[in-house]
């Protein structure tokens, strides 16, 4: 009589190891895949482009009597439009792929969270460096904004609040459970940070716990910067620490966005 033979036990599922090291080629079709789809939606890109250009015209000209406030606070808009728009649109496209099941599905492909969450930044960093282009451009050369330092400098920050608006959209995105209170975030995630950036009073004439609060809000250095431009001819010691600051918190964002993807299929 043959003796069964014990059940071989099936190997465990992993994921494959090259999936785990961020490649470039996974990381550009991912960014390639996020800009196809956002051509599809030409109102988007008219959100994302127009509408912080649309605001510093209009701005320009609520102060058309006097030009200097104008340029007193235009460099300050200047980076903080661009993160508004790029912060909105990012959670709202992300919060899609979330709730469609696409990046479930991705997921489940040979795709690291790295490739992921690179991919959609490269995407929107792409954007955000037309948008902040236009912004700059047409503050500096058409609206007549006056800077003290070079408009590239400027460019620098703007693009920067923009990679950092879409880093806090991707983040957010993880905790939306519709469009709705994706939109719903702003106000705990934008607006405490505009109110204290220094946009409407010097941080050290706040009350002193709300400018400790300013002091660990990447907006307040968003502005610093733009204001270093604003009064110095060349590149300062405190706007190179303010660059660093937003770009940093920019990064540790995007990570902290990495951490909420989660590989559900086995």
Not at 75 to 97: K, N, Q
Not at 103 to 113: H, Q
Not at 213 to 218: A, F, G, R
Request: proline share 6%.
């Amino acid at each position: 009589m043959t003796t069964p033979t014990a059940p071989t036990a099936p190997a465990p599922t992993r994921t494959p190891a090259h999936t785990r090291a961020l490649s470039l080629s996974r990381t550009t079709a991912t960014a390639t895949r996020v800009l196809r789809q956002l051509s599809h939606d030409p109102r988007t890109i008219a959100l994302l482009m127009l509408i912080p250009c649309v605001m510093l015209l209009l701005l320009r000209y609520v102060f058309d009597g006097s030009p200097r406030t104008f340029d007193n606070i235009g460099a300050s808009l200047l980076g903080i439009f661009p993160l508004i728009t790029m912060f909105l649109v990012t959670s709202i496209a992300t919060l899609r792929e979330r709730t469609s099941g696409t990046l479930e599905r991705l997921l489940a492909m040979p795709l690291g969270k790295g490739d992921l969450i690179a991919g959609y930044a490269l995407a929107f960093g792409a954007l955000a460096i037309v948008q902040s282009a236009l912004a700059t451009g047409l503050a500096v050369w058409f609206l007549g904004l006056d800077v003290t330092g070079s408009p590239w400098l400027l460019l620098l920050v703007a693009l920067l609040d923009a990679l950092l608006g879409t880093a806090l959209g991707l983040f957010v995105s993880a905790f939306a459970a519709s469009e709705f209170q994706a939109v719903q975030f702003m106000p705990a995630v934008i607006f405490p940070q505009l109110l204290l950036c220094g946009l409407f009073t010097p941080r050290d004439n706040m009350h002193t716990a709300l400018e400790a609060v300013s002091d660990i809000l990447p907006m307040s250095y968003a502005v610093d910067g733009m204001n270093e431009v604003l009064r110095h001819t060349d590149m300062t010691a405190t706007f190179v620490r303010d660059v660093l600051i937003v770009a940093g918190c920019a990064l540790l964002v995007l990570a902290l966005g990495g951490a909420t993807l989660k590989r559900r299929t086995a």
